[in-house]
């Protein structure tokens, strides 16, 4: 159960609570307010850890003082910002993830925060306490469904406060705290997805979960199975399909946030529920985290949840095309022909490049609503691991002003993305010799050929790629990131919208 959070004013001295947090920048052993307070009321025993060196304020450092009734709160928790010259919103989001979760550690189940007076480092205070929220919520995200002893869990916690002393202040922390706890919640969401198994996160079971989805006020649902796939002609779709015994789900879900006149942007995600790579099956070594290969699809579901949450005035319509890649009798061979939902013919040259197939019918399917912008989000490559490492989604597409629209959003929020070239030489790379084009492009600039063969489905529409190959999955835990499924692109894709929304 993710932590509830709540905000209010006070003087976070007075908190009656496991512990108190101050989140704190470098070189800065200046004592005001409430630790000033502290200090006093302990008979200077804050001081000496400002000044002796032992706290610093370096990124994520954690200091934790045991109150002896001096104030309400059993600890004093000090967290590092790092240097401020440095720092952004996202010093916030990792320094409380990093505190949070060695409160857990200490079996603590209540804290409240110190909010800082005024927001930081180029953000609003709301925007401060947002990235508070989400720091605490996606620092402390665990998945223990299938741990048949809930015990080995250390106890949870329940409840944060997020404080602020000032009376006029509470308006904006509060609706940080609240947006934080949805976009958060969202992320969450995407990792528990991608975290349980293949046998269970079937296409089915995402049809499902869109149509709890869909409970929601103005958003409704539309499947189409395999029989009104075929009807429609998704080839490329079914193509990728057939080898599998699960039935394949085309998931659609649309949101209306303002008139009916105005156009919807597209989302489309990958999801392939297990991609074992078909006929060109994969090497045995980590082919499990193929469970994940329908991050993107996740990504798109949790976003039309939170932008109903969040009431976004826009009309956005989400495409999962769901579907397993397996290997059988049934598969699609290499050398095989498929004629797409567009018309245009693929010569399917590996099997194990699927990603592209499905979005080819998902971003045809997308058209159909001429949308004012279409963005696609996919584990598509493995290629982007390489070109980008885990640090940064890849982002290609048709509209530069977008492309710089969804980098700078990333920066902003710590989930950032950086630009490849799709220039028209790449497509030279998918020309087939007896189809319309090839789902391979050779051995360089793979990421690019694949947002190549892409491009060939969208049209003159105003479009982005985000390839979250290289993002999606954690090797080690750090501050809020944990150990496999990472969540990564949906912050990206729900702060885009929001930042479309008010700037259209
Ligand atoms: N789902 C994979 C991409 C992937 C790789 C995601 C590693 C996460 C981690 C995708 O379907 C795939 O297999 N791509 C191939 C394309 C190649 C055959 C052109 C790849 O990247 O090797
Ligand atoms: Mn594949
Ligand atoms: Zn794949």
């Given at each position: 159960m993710a932590p509830t959070i709540k905000a209010k004013t006070g003087r976070i001295e007075n908190e009656r609570t496991d512990a108190i947090i101050f989140a704190r920048f470098q070189d800065d052993s200046r004592l005001q307010g409430a630790l000033a307070q502290i200090d006093r009321l302990t008979r200077g025993r804050v001081k000496p850890l400002l000044t002796s060196g032992e706290f610093q304020g370096k990124a994520n450092q954690v200091s934790v003082l045991h109150m002896h009734g001096e104030i309400p709160a059993k600890r004093v928790v000090l967290v590092g910002l790092g240097k401020k010259s440095l720092a952004k919103a996202d010093a916030f989001r990792r320094a409380i993830a990093t505190a949070s979760k060695a409160l857990r550690s200490m079996e603590a189940t209540t804290f409240s925060i110190a909010v800082p007076e005024r927001g930081v480092a180029g953000a609003t205070l709301e925007e401060t306490s947002q990235a508070i929220t989400e720091g605490s919520i996606l620092g402390l995200y665990q998945f223990l469904?299938?741990?048949?002893?809930?015990?080995?869990?250390?106890?949870?916690?329940r409840a944060i406060t997020l404080v602020t002393p000032d009376e006029n202040s509470i308006f904006a922390v509060r609706a940080g705290a609240e947006r934080g706890t949805i976009v958060a919640d969202a992320v969450n969401a995407v990792r528990d997805l991608c975290n349980h198994p293949s046998n269970v996160v079937t296409p089915t079971r995402l049809a499902q979960e869109a149509k709890a989805i869909a409970k929601s006020k103005n958003v409704t649902c539309t499947i189409l199975d395999r029989a009104k796939a075929r009807k429609l002609g998704m080839g490329a779709y079914l193509g990728v399909a057939q080898g599998s015994h699960e039935p394949p789900q085309f998931i659609v879900l649309e949101y209306s946030g303002t008139s009916k006149k105005t156009k919807p942007i597209a989302l489309v995600g990958k999801a392939v529920?297990?991609?074992?790579?078909?006929?060109s099956l994969k090497p045995a070594d980590n082919m499990e985290r193929m469970k994940a290969d329908m991050t993107g699809g996740a990504i798109v579901l949790s976003t039309i949840r939170a932008i109903a949450q969040l009431k976004l005035p826009l009309n956005v319509v989400g495409i999962v095309p769901a579907t397993e890649n397996m290997p059988g009798g049934q598969a699609t061979k290499p050398g095989d022909i498929l004629t797409s939902l567009s018309g245009k013919t693929i010569e399917v040259l590996n099997t194990d490049a699927e990603g592209r197939l499905i979005l080819a019918d998902g971003l045809a399917y997308a058209m159909r609503y001429k949308p004012a912008m279409v963005i696609d989000i996919a584990t598509l490559t493995g290629a982007v691991f390489v070109a980008l490492g885990s640090h940064a989604v890849g982002v290609l597409g048709t509209d530069d002003a977008l492309i710089n629209r969804v980098t700078r959003v990333g920066e902003a929020i710590g989930e950032r993305a950086w630009q490849l070239p799709l220039w028209d030489e790449y497509k030279e790379q998918i020309k087939s010799d007896v189809a319309d084009v090839k789902n391979i492009g050779g051995r360089g600039g793979g990421t690019i050929t694949a947002a190549a063969f892409l491009?060939?489905?969208?049209?003159?529409?105003s479009w982005v790629h985000l390839d979250i190959a290289g993002t999606d999955w954690g090797e080690a835990p750090r501050h809020y990131i944990p150990k496999g499924?990472?969540?990564?692109g949906t912050r990206l894709v729900i702060q885009l919208l929001r930042d479309v929304a008010a700037k259209p």
């Open positions: 469904v299938y741990k048949s002893k809930p015990a080995i869990q250390k106890k949870p916690i529920t297990f991609d074992t790579g078909g006929i491009s060939h489905f969208v049209g003159d529409c499924p990472t969540g990564i």
